[in-house]
């Protein structure tokens, strides 16, 4: 959506702020990858090592996207000081780009509820954010009582100073319009065009079936997948 908005109006620059790269979590994620020889994986998160040489990368024309990576865990227990000081040091790094590069019509993109994008948005001098909302992280049924007020502040401050705000899904989009504020909904996914050829999917063999719609990345446990594909050959 962030790029769509760049191409659209070339007069913008774009920011995207997103969540920062937890070391820790970091760490995890590569062993398991490494360890269930998952190279797609693997090369995902080496990836994310380029946050700690240049947390700021253009990625198209008049859209940046903010990566920051801090050896303090940006989630860490205690004092909100303790989660201050990283936050600071990260945002201090686009203040400096601001001023230098001098951008007339800055375009903050913001996915909440992550600290650090309300962090960034509350500073925020620009004239316009928009904020994607892409999941409702206060429905996590084993969060944290405390946890869950917080990302609900977030989502509130947020949504507040957003001028424009998207969802990709239907029911998110219902869940945080307000009277004065709709969300607008994007589908996610891709309408074939004009010219394109009539398209529709194989039909799959008779049976049961198991899917599973998401993103691919550490929440997904590869070896309990093949196991369970082995002990029921019947399901597709």
Known sequence: LARTWAVSRPGDRVLVVEPPVNPWIWCRETVRALRQRDWVMARYWTAKLGSVISPLKREAPGLWVFRPFSLVPFRAVGASAAREAPFRRAWAGVEGFLRREDWKRPVLWAYPPHRFVRYAVERWIGPLVCADIVDDNTRVEWMPESLRREYRDTYDRVLARAAVVFSV????????????????????AVSPSKESAPWSPRRLPPGRRACYVGRIDGRVDLSLLRRVAMEHPGVQ
Do not use: C, T, Y
Request: net charge positive.
């Open 169 to 188: 899904s239907h029911s998110l989009a219902e869940r945080f319009s307000s009277p004065g504020k709709p969300v607008l909904h994007v589908p996610n």
